[in-house]
């Protein structure tokens, strides 16, 4: 995860090791490969612009130390930098007053959203809750099927449409769960919608659909890391036409890079609130800024 940046910056950083004190020349020369070591993970510009010049302006704030030699000193403003970039504190998700809770699952097909249902309720019934699973994917062929496998896995229920009820219709699905729920005790409901290969209207209008029809108490944008900055385009898609509360990253273990994580917070100003490692259930955790600045720099 992230090994071109990681190995970047560690050579930036052993350039630093034998200096004495920085030199405004040193800091800048510093700056330029962070921007590239940036750069070259494939975070957007805008972040990469903000990043840098917080670097820069830190560093040459930066006082004569007993306990940090200079190196130290730019490896701890950069660890600080990352943090915020990845969003500062861990954004934990908001329960409803009166349940259920209402989760819905936003992305293009492929993200990886129905496994990050069954993960998300895996992790939820961990934690004593009662998930219930909603399938409102109904374009997909299988896409029910595959839930309903997830579920099963997850020890978590799935509120479907009967066959020949329903099937053509997402958003009474949707709707209909919120009372199935309240009736089975199931204190928080996760919909799974629909995704396409692209972006398209339709789709984003049938997610807005199924948001007013439910009222979510969290909108997740689910996007695959290994597509870069594509996700940057994508989210920004996603925030026009749906909105969202805070973005699920998937497929880090792919993502050798790591533009998407870096990018997607600065950008759309939400959170990244839980990120997918793998294809397992357990392969899902939420997401700590600061854990993942330290396997960065690690
Ligand atoms: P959806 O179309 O958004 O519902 O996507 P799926 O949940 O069907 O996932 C698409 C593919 O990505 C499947 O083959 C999943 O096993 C795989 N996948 C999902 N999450 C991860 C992850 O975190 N890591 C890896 N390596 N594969 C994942």
């Known amino acids: ?45 805008p972040v990469v612009k903000d990043f840098v010049s917080h670097v ?6 930066v006082e004569v130390s007993q306990a940090l030699n200079p190196a130290q000193q730019v490896v701890k403003i950069v660890n600080d930098e990352l943090v915020r970039i990845l969003g500062g504190e861990t954004r934990r998700l908001r329960y409803a007053k009166n349940p259920p809770t209402v989760i819905m699952l936003a992305g293009l097909q492929g993200a990886g959203k129905t496994t990050l249902a ?72 996760i919909i799974d919608t629909a995704g396409r290969l692209g972006i398209d209207q339709e789709l984003m209008k049938q997610a807005a659909d199924i948001r007013d029809a439910v009222s ?9 890391a290994m597509i870069g900055q594509d996700a940057v385009t994508t989210a920004q898609a996603f925030m026009d036409g749906v909105g969202f ?7 880090l273990d792919g993502d050798a890079r790591g533009g998407a994580a870096l990018s997607v917070r600065h950008i759309t100003g939400r959170p990244i609130m839980f990120a997918s490692t793998g294809e397992k259930l357990e392969d899902f955790d939420a997401f700590h800024p600061d854990r993942m600045a330290s396997r960065i720099l690690d």
């Open 216 to 224: 979510p108490d969290e909108v997740l944008f689910v996007v695959d």
């Open 245 to 251: 509360d805070g973005v699920v990253l998937t497929k």
């Open 56 to 61: 820069k302006e830190r560093a040459r704030g």
């Open 118 to 189: 069954g993960k998300l309720a895996r992790w939820l019934r961990d934690q004593g809750h009662a998930p219930l699973l909603v399938a409102a994917d109904l374009q997909r062929p299988n896409a029910v099927q595959q839930l309903q496998v997830v579920g099963q896995r997850a020890g978590a229920p799935v509120y479907a449409p009967e066959p020949g009820n329903g099937v053509g219709d997402p958003v009474g699905v949707a709707r209909g769960s919120i009372d199935h729920a309240r009736r089975q005790q199931h204190d928080i409901v």
């Open 1 to 45: 995860m992230f090994e071109t940046l990681s190995d970047r910056l560690t050579s930036v950083f052993s350039s630093l090791r034998s200096k004495g004190r920085l030199s405004d020349a040193d800091i800048d020369a510093t700056c330029r490969e962070i921007r590239i070591a940036l750069l070259e993970a494939d975070v957007a510009l």
